[in-house]
């Protein structure tokens, strides 16, 4: 069985596609949040990502910010105005797809949200400190989670209370033995200095996750970032994977 799995797409269609064009056939998608925000082509993404067969999908941060009417001070500058744009821009049926989506959902033995089990839609694990903490916070073997944009493994160390980050480069395959808070990097806007769009392969039988990494037109994304007056930054950073 082959689900794909993918997060932080960022209205990216040109990386959308990639990812949806090399991971192939697939039994189903678990969408791990941020389906807006930075990027130029939000109702394409959404549109896209709602034609999906068998689709799980999960609310993040940018969603949330396009969908409520919540304080925009956790977000920096360049992240507010994209908000403000994509507030008018967001078709109403767009608008409350992603309004309508859940926190947290737990399929196949998997626990998904966007940021950490313990504050599904905010909080980011950038270290195995918070790591850990969160293990006590979903029930499954496994939890998944995007926001960081950094495609990496949380792994519990049987009986140690202890907990190891794993990074994970282009076809790095894992057994997922252990308990794990798995991430599978970002689509539409890497963080880890490869520019290459993210995603994983996750399977339930065999409980394996690969991770793979695709190459998409940047340059075409960077150009409608530009021509619409988004921030140049984000632009920027695709080319670089920041
Ligand atoms: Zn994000």
């Not at 599904?120 to 006590?136: G, I, Q, S």
């Not at 939890?143 to 209370?161: E, I, K, M, R, W």
Request: glycine residues 6%; charged residues 15%; proline residues 5%.
């Amino acid at each position: 069985m082959r689900i794909l799995v993918i997060s932080d797409i960022h209205a990216n269609l040109t990386a959308l596609e990639a990812v949806l064009e090399a991971a192939g056939s697939v039994d189903a998608t678990w969408c791990l949040g941020d389906l807006v925000g930075y990027g130029p082509d939000p109702n394409e993404c959404i549109e896209l990502v709602r034609s999906l067969p068998s689709l799980v999908c999960l609310l993040g941060n940018h969603d949330a910010a396009a969908t409520s009417h919540i304080s925009l001070n956790a977000f920096n500058y360049d992240a507010r105005l994209s908000v403000h744009w994509l507030r008018g821009v967001l078709k109403p049926q767009n608008m409350s797809f992603l309004a309508g989506l859940p926190e947290k959902y737990v399929t196949h033995q998997v626990t998904l949200t966007h940021g950490s089990p313990r504050n599904p839609v905010w909080e980011y694990l950038l270290d195995t400190h918070t790591a850990a903490f969160n293990f006590d916070f979903f029930d499954t073997h496994l939890c998944f989670v995007g926001h960081s944009h950094v495609p990496l493994a949380y792994l519990a160390l049987n009986g140690t209370g202890n907990v190891e980050c794993q990074l994970f480069n282009n076809g790095d395959k894992l057994k997922l033995t252990m308990r794990a808070i798995l991430n599978p990097g970002s689509v539409g806007q890497p963080r880890d200095h490869d520019p290459r769009a993210s995603y994983a392969i996750f399977d339930p039988e065999e409980m394996t996750w690969e991770l793979h990494r695709v190459e998409y037109d940047v340059l075409s994304v960077q150009q409608r970032i530009n021509s619409l007056g988004l921030p140049r930054r984000h632009a920027i950073r695709l080319a670089q994977g920041w």
